[in-house]
C-alpha cells in the first residue's frame, strides 16, 4: 500500500496570507491527524478527522482549521499567516481503533516570510 | 495533562554498542505508546508499537519495553550502526488517537 502522502512539500508564504495544505492518508485508513512541529514546542496536535467529522482538536487559535472529505483525504488551513507558524506540519492516519498504530506522511513544510 | 519526558536529550556512540533510550509520562491511563525515529527534516517512521495491556515488543535490533504503573518505557538498540544516526521520538497514545510527544533523544552512532 502507498503510504500517507502530503502536498504540497514545501511553501514560502507572506504574513496575513492564507494557506492549504493536503493530506492523503493509507487507502483504507479512516481516521487522520493533523500535528505542527516546531523547534521550540516540538510536535503539538492540532486536530484529528475520522469519518468528516472533527473528533478531537488541540490547544492552537480558530485560525487553524481543517477538514475531511468522503474519501478520507483531509486538508488544514491556515488563516492569517503569522511568522510563528512557520513549522513542519506532519499528518498521520491510522485505520479506525484508539489503539491502533499512527502512519505519518513526509509533512510540508511551511516558511511565513 | 498528559506529559511526555525523554532522557537523553542526545547520545553519540560508537558504532557496535547497545543503547538505551527512556521515555517517562505522567499519566499510566494510556492506550498504547509508540516509538518513532525522525531522520532530519524528514517526517516520522513507526518503530514499535505498545498497547496498554502488553510489556514488551520486538522489532529486528529494537526492543521496547512498557511499565505503566511506573510511567516508563525504554527503547533497546542492540549493535548499534551508522545508520541508527536519527531523533528517537517517544508518544502516548490517549483517548480519541492522540498523540502526546515527548522531546526527542538525538542519536549519533560513530562509525
Known amino acids: 500500500k502507498a503510504g500517507v502522502t502530503q502536498t504540497p512539500r514545501y511553501l514560502i508564504k507572506t504574513r496575513g496570507q492564507q494557506v492549504t495544505l493536503s493530506c492523503s492518508p493509507i487507502s483504507g485508513h479512516r481516521s487522520v491527524s493533523w500535528y505542527q512541529q516546531t523547534p521550540g514546542q516540538g510536535l503539538q496536535f492540532l486536530f484529528e478527522y475520522f469519518s468528516e467529522t472533527q473528533r478531537n482538536k488541540g490547544n492552537f487559535p480558530g485560525r487553524f482549521s481543517g477538514r475531511q472529505f468522503s474519501n478520507s483525504r483531509s486538508e488544514m488551513n491556515v488563516s492569517t499567516l503569522e511568522l510563528g507558524d512557520s513549522a513542519l506540519y506532519l499528518c498521520?492516519?491510522?485505520?479506525?481503533?484508539?489503539?491502533?498504530?499512527?502512519?505519518f506522511g513526509p509533512g510540508t513544510r511551511l516558511t511565513v516570510l | 495533562k498528559q506529559e511526555v519526558t525523554q532522557i537523553p536529550a542526545a547520545l553519540s556512540v560508537p558504532e557496535g554498542e547497545n543503547l538505551v533510550l527512556n521515555c517517562s509520562f505522567t499519566d499510566s491511563a494510556i492506550y498504547n505508546l509508540q516509538w518513532f525515529r525522525q531522520d532530519p527534516g524528514k517526517g516520522l517512521t513507526s518503530l514499535l508499537l505498545?498497547?496498554?495491556?502488553?510489556r514488551e515488543q520486538t522489532s529486528g535490533r529494537l526492543n521496547a519495553s512498557l511499565d505503566k504503573s511506573s510511567g516508563r518505557s525504554t527503547l533497546y538498540i542492540a549493535a548499534s550502526q551508522p545508520g541508527d544516526s536519527a531523533t528517537y521520538l517517544c508518544?502516548?497514545?490517549?483517548?480519541?488517537?492522540?498523540?502526546?510527544f515527548g522531546s526527542g533523544t538525538q542519536l549519533t552512532v560513530l562509525p
Open positions: 505498545i498497547q496498554s495491556s502488553q
Open positions: 498521520a492516519s491510522c485505520e479506525a481503533g484508539v489503539a491502533d498504530t499512527q502512519y
Open positions: 508518544a502516548v497514545g490517549g483517548s480519541a488517537r492522540q498523540l502526546t
